[in-house]
């Protein structure tokens, strides 16, 4: 008989016998560098996160060299790897590592959870694959592989933090090392092979007991979350403009430069009003506007 822990243990066989090799899964990466990770990860594909997180560990490898300097500074260094808010983000974490935990991520989950940023997420994937801690990861990826395997549906539907947490609780080994591989296994199984548009089910460790392959694939009826809107035209792809200016320049960049930057002057002004109230801009059509500096 299949069971839910059973089922999670072949996804952990599946994935120790090879996936992708990424920089945050190398045997000795460092706890700071596993949570800058997760923050860019959030809502960037992985190719894009790559080359960054290798800028960011080397230029700030500890919290405390990040926390020295302006939030700005860390807005700048996120360049396009979009929502910059993370990176206002990121750095008020840095601060309270610094500040609160003698400059090392802690390990607790209650802990990484007070951090500025840190969501229920990112703290249990800090916990579990930089410590080791036994505690299920969910993210959507994660989602969709057990709705699909135990609840024979295509889609997960909108998240509920306690009810996926539980279902992820099932699957996971009560040894920490065990558990450690089915958190990253599950994952990169929804990632790489239970694919929201295109799944590869003769390639997946549990096409024998998915309970959505017995039952026909069939198509889903419940409730979905909100469709993202298209970037193109959206205050975000504005504010994405004004951020790239302010990024390029040293001084504060005057209100007609930035005046020139999108033609609806009405849109313009929600997106910049939008950064300034978000702390990722500072300044007034006075004096010009710059990257936060403190």
Not at 132 to 141: F, K
Request: proline residues 9%.
């Amino acid at each position: 008989m299949v069971t839910p822990r059973s089922l999670g243990e072949s996804v952990a066989d599946w994935y120790a016998a090879g996936h992708r090799e990424l920089p945050w899964r190398a045997a000795g990466y460092s706890a700071w560098g596993i949570l800058i990770s997760e923050f860019m990860l959030q809502q960037t594909p992985v190719a894009r996160v790559i080359p960054r997180l290798a800028e960011w560990v080397e230029r700030w490898p500890t919290p405390a060299e990040l926390a020295a300097v302006p939030p700005g500074e860390a807005v700048r260094a996120w360049d396009r790897l979009g929502y910059p808010r993370r990176a206002l983000n990121l750095h008020a974490a840095a601060v309270a590592i610094a500040e609160r935990h003698d400059n090392r991520v802690p390990s607790d989950v209650d802990d990484l959870l007070a951090l500025p940023g840190v969501g229920p997420y990112t703290a249990r994937a800090v916990a579990a694959f930089a410590y080791g801690v036994r505690t299920p990861v969910v993210d959507t990826n994660v989602r969709r592989v057990l709705a699909r395997a135990v609840g024979a549906q295509a889609e997960p539907g909108p998240p509920q933090t306690r009810r996926d947490l539980d279902a992820m609780e099932a699957v996971l080994p009560l040894d920490p090392t065990l558990a450690r591989l089915v958190n990253a296994g599950v994952m990169e199984l929804g990632q790489t092979v239970c694919t929201a548009r295109a799944p590869r089910c003769d390639e997946c460790p549990l096409a024998g007991v998915c309970a959505w392959r017995a039952a026909g694939y069939p198509e889903y009826e419940g409730a979905r979350s909100p469709r993202q809107k298209k970037y193109e035209g959206s205050d975000r792809q504005v504010r994405g403009l004004i951020l790239r200016e302010l990024r390029a320049a040293e001084i504060p960049v005057p209100a007609d430069v930035v005046a020139r930057l999108w033609p609806d002057a009405v849109q313009l002004e929600r997106a910049l009003a939008g950064l300034l109230r978000d702390g990722l801009v500072t300044g007034d059509p006075t004096a010009g506007y710059l990257l936060p500096l403190s």
